[in-house]
């Protein structure tokens, strides 16, 4: 089976700009889950999706949102981008939820000037 | 929240020694995880052990959990070069909630030749 996929890799942006990143997790997957991680922070949990319906939520502002579509592929959006969310954001499938096996994807690399 | 701590943080030794990391964390879980990250890149699930485990194996690898502790090491036998990398543990609280699985800062394990 084919691995996690992230698009794009590598992303450069300017502060109040949009940023739409795109995950697709594992054929017959349907839970994705996303991460930023930074070197301050480490890995921190931003939500999880699981046929198509948002099911868990961390701790970030609603300036971070996602979706997921009909075939389990995701997307974050991030608006307004502030310096801080500079970061490598992962993506990660599982076929039993966000506390089980995850499978991540190699990242998408952010950074906001 | 950052619920699991590694220890050291960061471990040199030479090709052929074992390396050992642990892992402590604040409240009742239902299951931990170990990952190893490769430079930056996506996160490889290693070995997922339940609260009702106390070791497990897989190849080279040796996990223990200790719940009365809240504590786990994972040990590398035989090292090579390839574990350098850095391995983080995750756990999930009993009380599920909205952190999906809650990382630790991770132990740099870096393997002499």
């Known amino acids: 089976k084919a691995g996690v996929t992230q698009t794009p890799r590598y992303l450069i942006k300017t502060r109040g700009q949009q940023v739409t990143l795109s995950c697709s997790p594992i054929?017959?997957?349907?839970?994705v889950s996303w991460y930023q991680q930074t070197p301050g922070q480490g890995l921190q949990f931003l939500f999880e999706?699981?046929?198509?319906?948002?099911?868990n939520k961390g701790n970030f502002p609603g300036r971070f949102s996602g979706r997921q579509f009909s075939n389990s592929r995701s997307e974050m959006n991030v608006s307004t981008l502030e310096l801080g969310d500079s970061a490598l954001y992962l993506c990660?499938?599982?076929?039993?939820?966000?506390?089980?096996?995850?499978?991540f994807g190699p990242g998408t690399r952010l950074t906001v000037l | 929240s950052q619920q699991g701590e590694e220890d050291p943080q960061a471990l040199s030794i030479q090709e052929g020694e074992n390396a050992t990391m642990n892992c402590s964390y604040k409240?009742?879980?239902?299951?931990l995880q170990w990952y190893r990250q490769n430079s930056g890149r996506g996160l490889v699930h290693l070995i997922l052990?339940?609260?009702?485990?106390r070791e497990k194996h897989s190849g080279r690898l040796r996990v223990t959990l200790d719940t009365s502790k809240k504590s786990s090491s994972l040990l590398i036998t035989a090292s090579r070069a390839a574990d350098t990398a850095s391995y983080f543990c995750?756990?999930?609280?009993?009380?599920?909630?909205?952190?999906?699985?809650?990382f630790g800062k991770g132990t740099h394990l870096i393997i002499q030749p």
């Open positions: 052990i339940r609260s009702n485990e």
């Open positions: 990660a499938s599982s076929s039993a939820g966000t506390y089980n096996e995850q499978f």
């Open positions: 409240t009742s879980i239902n299951n």
């Open positions: 054929s017959g997957h349907r839970s």
């Open positions: 999706y699981f046929s198509e319906t948002q099911r």
């Open positions: 995750a756990t999930d609280a009993t009380g599920g909630g909205a952190d999906g699985l809650t």
